[in-house]
């Protein structure tokens, strides 16, 4: 066993060694290569970003039927639903998180549907609690959340702990509100520290 493990790790440190010997000689033309690559991965990202502009993302957008539900989800790779009725405080609560997260989150198209006036998708999509998020990947259901279980049963919960779960099931790219948090807390203990 110890020896398969230090053939293993010879391996790995020559796989490490090669590579950073392949770094450490770079010339112009690898920079520019690797330069070029890089200014064409940014035109990509911004051409993506104004197609989700003109498909109304980075808003919370309000649907009031099926038809305009499942047209959005065909015109985005990644739709996450709020379904909600006015007279449950939670729904209220996930709707101001959504608000944020649809600005912070153009990857993703954020909706909220009432689910008392839409009975054939409450049907069609199992929505049985409040709130239920419905989250959809390349026009299928991918994940659903009923209630807030899964998130926080208090219902006392951050803006990033939405996002840390929404991330978490591939909805969203990045968590720049829980780094702010964690942040946060790494100061804090810093402070303490000094102390």
Not at 19 to 39: H, P, Q, S, V, W
Request: aromatic share 8%.
């Amino acid at each position: 066993m110890q020896q398969v493990a230090a053939l293993a790790m010879g391996t790995v440190e020559k796989a490490l060694d090669a590579e950073i010997d392949k770094m450490d000689n770079l010339g112009e033309e690898d920079f520019a290569r690797i330069r070029k690559e890089r200014i064409e991965q940014m035109k990509q990202a911004a051409l993506e970003k104004e197609a989700w502009r003109r498909n109304d993302h980075g808003v919370l957008t309000t649907i009031s039927d099926q038809k305009e539900f499942f047209e959005a989800v065909k015109r985005s790779k990644r739709v996450v639903c709020l379904f909600y009725r006015d007279s449950n405080k939670w729904c209220d609560v996930i709707g101001n998180h959504f608000t944020v997260l649809a600005e912070k989150h153009m990857e993703a198209k954020f909706l909220r549907v009432n689910a008392e006036n839409s009975p054939f998708l409450v049907e069609r999509l199992n929505v049985w609690m409040m709130p239920t998020i419905i989250c959809c990947k390349e026009g299928k259901v991918h994940r659903q959340f009923n209630g807030l279980d899964e998130i926080d049963p208090t219902g006392k919960f951050e803006t990033a702990s939405l996002e840390f779960v929404l991330h978490g099931s591939g909805m969203l790219d990045d968590t720049p509100l829980v780094d702010k948090v964690l942040q946060r807390q790494d100061d804090a203990s810093d402070d303490e520290l000094d102390d």
